[in-house]
C-alpha cells in the first residue's frame, strides 16, 4: 500500500536505508540532500519504506505543484524490492490531488508508460572510470586533445585548495549571470550543499588557471557509492580558450582511472555541453521528464 507522509512524519533513518538498499542508489534522493535542495519535502511510501518517492513541492499562485529542485537531476522512485515499470504507474498515480501539476525527473532506472503519462526523455552523460588512465585517454577527441596541449602551453596549473565561495562566484559572473536562472536563494542552497558535502568528506573542489591565484576554470564533484557527480562547472568567458576546463576534467579522470565508478557529468541536453562532455568518451544514458497537469486548460500556470 502506497501512502502519502508529509515531511514532519518521515522516518529519516528508514528512508536512507531503502535508498542505500536500492539498485538505483543515488546522493540526490538521501534525506540529508533533500533537506537541503527543497526543505518540507514530503514523500510517498509504501509498505513500511519498502519503496519511497520525494516529493519535491513548491507553490505559486495559490497553487501547490511538484517541481525539480535545481541541483537534483533526477529523482522519483527507489526501491529495495522489484522495480517495474507498473510500479512506477502506480506511485505516480498516488501523487496526492492537491498537487495541481507535477514536472518532475525521475531516474533512468524508472521506465514510464507514454501511453498513461506525458514523458520527455531526456540525455545524461556518463563516463566509466574503472579502466585505466591510458585506455580512457584513448577514447578523448582529438579536439580534447588538442585543448590538453594549450592548456600546458598556456602554463595552467591546477589548484586543489579552492573555496566553495570562489566556485561559486566564477560561475555566477559567467554562465550563471549569462542564463539568469537562479537566485539568491539558489546560489546559498549550492553553497550550502557543497561545504555539507565536504564535511560529510564526499565533496571535491578543484580550480584550474594560469596565474597563482586566478581561476580560470573550476568544478565541485560529489560522490556517493557508484558515481562522482560535476555538481557544477564554471568557466571564465575572457580566458576560456586556454584549455582549463580541459585539463581539470582529465586531471580528475586521472587521478579516479580504475576505480569503481562513475564520471556522471549531469548533462547533455544542452547541445554545446553535451559534445564537450563526449569529447572526453561519455555515454549517453535517458531519463524521463514527466508532466502530470491538474489545472484547468483555460488557467496560465507560468
Known amino acids: 500500500m502506497i501512502i502519502y507522509i508529509p515531511h514532519k512524519e518521515i522516518d529519516k533513518v528508514r528512508w536512507d536505508r531503502c535508498i542505500a538498499r536500492s539498485i538505483n542508489a543515488i546522493v ?109 585517454n584513448r577514447n578523448y577527441s582529438q579536439n580534447t586533445r588538442r585543448n590538453l596541449r594549450k592548456a600546458l602551453d598556456a602554463g595552467v596549473n591546477i589548484h586543489k585548495k579552492i573555496a566553495a565561495d570562489d566556485l561559486v562566484a566564477l560561475f555566477r559572473s559567467n554562465f550563471g549571470g549569462k542564463e539568469g536562472k537562479l537566485g539568491y536563494k539558489d546560489y546559498m542552497t549550492i553553497l550550502n550543499v557543497i561545504n555539507r558535502s565536504m564535511e560529510k568528506a564526499c565533496g571535491t573542489l578543484l580550480g584550474a588557471g594560469a596565474m597563482e591565484n586566478r581561476l580560470d576554470a573550476a568544478a565541485f564533484f560529489l560522490r556517493d557509492n557508484r558515481r562522482f557527480i560535476m555538481l557544477m562547472g564554471a568557466t571564465d568567458f575572457t580566458t576560456r580558450g586556454n584549455g582549463a576546463m580541459f585539463l581539470l576534467l582529465d586531471t580528475f579522470i586521472r587521478e579516479h582511472a580504475g576505480e569503481p565508478f562513475l564520471l556522471d557529468f549531469e548533462g547533455g541536453n544542452d547541445p554545446n555541453l553535451g559534445r564537450f562532455y563526449r569529447s572526453f568518451g561519455s555515454r549517453e544514458t535517458l531519463y524521463s521528464f514527466v508532466r502530470i497537469s491538474r489545472i484547468p486548460k483555460f488557467f496560465t500556470f507560468a
Open 28 to 136: 540526490y534522493a538521501d534525506s540529508w540532500y533533500l533537506d537541503l535542495v527543497s526543505p518540507e519535502w514530503d514523500a510517498l511510501v509504501e509498505d513500511d519504506y519498502i519503496s519511497v518517492f520525494p516529493l519535491t513541492h513548491k507553490r505559486k499562485f495559490g497553487i501547490r505543484y511538484l517541481a525539480q529542485p535545481f541541483f537534483t537531476q533526477q529523482l522519483g522512485l527507489f526501491t529495495s524490492g522489484i522495480l517495474s515499470q507498473e510500479l512506477v504507474t502506480r506511485f505516480l498515480e498516488a501523487i496526492p490531488p492537491k498537487f495541481k501539476l507535477a514536472e518532475i525527473s525521475l531516474n533512468s532506472f524508472n521506465k514510464v508508460d507514454p501511453g498513461i503519462f506525458q514523458v520527455t526523455p531526456r540525455i545524461n552523460l556518463e563516463l566509466e572510470l574503472i579502466h585505466s588512465y591510458e585506455e580512457l
